[in-house]
């Protein structure tokens, strides 16, 4: 799992960094800017990837920081609002930003709603470190609709550690009904349940 101090250090050697040094400072000294320069950060922040933090871009990066830097009697609120009325990329960013912050288990309506999403992004961002806030079956419902959607499980933040002989028994049946129609299961779906059913045995 990344930090804020890691994503701080990311952003340093992009071509926008005096703009997000600003909008950072702004941020820690009036709160209420956090929004304006979330709503920004994909236009002038840039949205090329970081160079040591793969899987993050400039933008997502800022959001999280932005979001890193509320009061913590504003966070649930500011990311509720942020999430609802943001655009994929917006939520993408709070979805990513979720386990740096002290909100409990306050992100679990966000991550439900990704989860109910046909938006694969959403989905993968989801399942990073925050899903353990999940149960077990609904963790299992969303690693099912990876595989139903093409989210590859390398984007399943614990799933080694997590898969367990009911995953083991949805993969199969699902397995069954892509037989049936003549379709082949992911590789890497097929490759779990292998070693699901081989630890079994």
């Not at 701080?8 to 800017?33: G, I, N, Y």
């Not at 890193?68 to 709070?94: C, M, S």
């Amino acid at each position: 799992m990344t930090s804020p101090e890691r994503l701080r250090a990311a952003l340093r050697e992009t071509p926008r960094e005096e703009w997000v040094d600003a909008a950072l400072t702004a941020a820690s000294e009036r709160p209420e800017t956090i929004g304006r320069s979330f709503t920004q950060a994909g236009r002038r922040a840039g949205r090329t990837s970081l160079p040591g933090e793969p899987g993050w871009t400039a933008d997502e990066a800022v959001r999280a920081l932005l979001l890193a830097a509320l009061p913590a009697d504003r966070a649930e609120t500011e990311i509720g609002d942020l999430y609802r009325y943001g655009d994929a990329d917006e939520k993408r960013a709070v979805l990513k930003a979720l386990p740096m912050l002290a909100v409990g288990s306050a992100g679990l309506p966000l991550l439900q709603d990704a989860i109910r999403t046909n938006d694969a992004r959403l989905l993968a961002a989801a399942l990073g470190p925050y899903a353990r806030h999940l149960d077990e079956a609904a963790w299992r419902q969303a690693v099912l609709k990876c595989v139903f959607t093409g989210v590859p499980l390398a984007e399943v933040d614990g799933l080694d550690e997590r898969a367990d002989r009911e995953l083991a028994v949805m993969l199969a049946a699902f397995a069954d009904e892509r037989a049936a129609a003549g379709r082949p299961m992911p590789a890497d779906a097929a490759a779990l349940l292998g070693r699901l059913t081989r630890e079994e045995s």
